[in-house]
């Protein structure tokens, strides 16, 4: 008996539960706002970017961007050739077993496999300071976009900031876009 008056109950809270939920949900919010976010994401998943993406493509780029590569530099695990030849050429002192040939050949030389490493693990570092400037470019114009409002459009030098930091990153991404991969 009381396991079936508690049934009973259960099954009484239960539905009261989801009459609770159905009425703030349904009956307060406009049922298209459960409907646009799968929506969306049907249209991210089909072409890569949705409406909403479009409908102010800059803030999307510019939440997007930073965030791809943070990712990037985080899970990468090369870097372009020219910094180790850089590392070599500016640093040659400093690896006397190492021929420039060497930087891409395995060698069985001890000294040379330690000095190959040390002009590796550099130019990796370079490597990753790159795309940790372009990050940080994205960032500062993000933030400077958020400020925009606080300032009205005569503020010249406000504007003249930003667009040297929107040059800086352009050309950082112009500069390394096609090295942006695995």
């Avoid at 259960?10 to 298209?32: G, Q």
């Avoid at 372009?134 to 503020?155: G, K, Q, Y």
């Avoid at 930091?165 to 991969?181: E, G, N, P, S, T």
Wanted: net charge negative; proline share 3%.
């Amino acid at each position: 008996m009381k396991k079936e008056a508690k049934r009973q109950n259960d099954d009484a809270f239960n539905v009261s539960c989801i009459l609770n939920v159905y009425e703030s949900i349904w009956k307060k919010r406009n049922p298209s706002d459960f409907i646009r976010p799968i929506k969306y994401a049907r249209q991210r998943a089909r072409k890569g970017y949705c409406d909403r993406d479009i409908w102010c493509f800059y803030n999307w780029f510019l939440d997007i961007m930073p965030e791809m590569l943070k990712e990037f530099r985080d899970s990468t695990s090369g870097f372009p050739d020219e910094f180790m030849v850089d590392e070599y050429e500016n640093n040659r002192q400093d690896y006397p077993h190492v021929e420039k040939e060497h930087l891409w050949v395995k060698i069985d030389d001890e000294q040379s496999n330690y000095e190959y490493g040390l002009i590796k693990d550099k130019a990796f570092r370079k490597w990753k300071d790159a795309i940790n400037e372009i990050i940080t470019e994205f960032v500062v114009l993000r933030r400077m976009d958020d400020e925009i409002w606080e300032h009205n459009s005569e503020d010249e030098e406000y504007f003249a900031e930003m667009q040297l930091h929107l040059d800086k990153a352009f050309a950082l991404l112009q500069r390394w876009l096609f090295d942006l991969w695995f």
